[in-house]
């Protein structure tokens, strides 16, 4: 292979897995020291005496580091994409107001702990109003495509479907990342045509 589509092929790889590493960085960190100098990448068949060497700015690889990953262990990004979720697991717990009955409680559970690497998760809560009634409520969800962000999400539950004490469970949820380990999320809620608000700090482990 030549020198030159070599660094044409390492150019366009560090493009494509670089790009949420250069929205993060200032744009004096993007590029290399001198920016009229291409990026040079030795290989050891072009090269024997060296593996592989980036010439990049030592910015560069302290602020980012994604790139100094990377150097020290290329990741199986093939794997990453197929069993990886892009939502992690969350533990919640926050205010809840049901608005036909007036009344208002508070509510602790887990969401999305996912079970390997499969698509399957097992969530559940435990929910109290006043001093007399609660609720403990479990759920399995199995993602077809886990990955891609949970920010805005809806979900139909039904309850004893069989019986006389069936219940739809309508669930729409929208949250915002305030920290790198917290969220902020809110849930509306629609039970058999009472309806209920939730908002809800969401820990990620």
Do not use: K
């Amino acid at each position: 292979m030549s020198p030159i589509l070599w660094q044409t092929l390492a150019a366009n790889a560090i493009g494509c897995w670089g790009w949420g590493v250069w929205a993060a960085l200032p744009a004096s960190a993007a590029y290399p020291v001198n920016p009229s100098q291409p990026l040079r990448v030795e290989n050891a068949e072009l090269n024997p005496p060296s593996s592989e060497v980036l010439d990049v700015s030592p910015t560069l690889l302290e602020e980012s580091p994604v790139l100094r990953r990377w150097l020290e262990d290329i990741p199986d990004v093939w794997a990453d994409i197929a069993d990886d979720p892009g939502f992690p697991t969350r533990v919640r717990w926050g205010y809840v107001r049901w608005m036909e009955g007036d009344a208002d409680g508070w509510e602790v559970g887990i969401e999305d702990a996912f079970l390997a690497r499969s698509g399957l998760t097992l969530s559940g809560s435990y929910v109290r109003w006043g001093d007399a009634d609660r609720a403990v409520g479990a759920d399995w969800r199995y993602y077809l495509l886990s990955l891609g962000g949970s920010d805005l999400s809806i979900s139909q539950t039904w309850i004893a479907p069989l019986s006389d004490e069936s219940a739809s469970l309508t669930t729409l949820s929208v949250a915002y990342a305030i920290a790198r380990h917290l969220r902020l999320s809110t849930d509306l809620q629609r039970l058999n045509g009472e309806g209920q608000i939730g908002i809800f700090m969401e820990w990620m482990p």
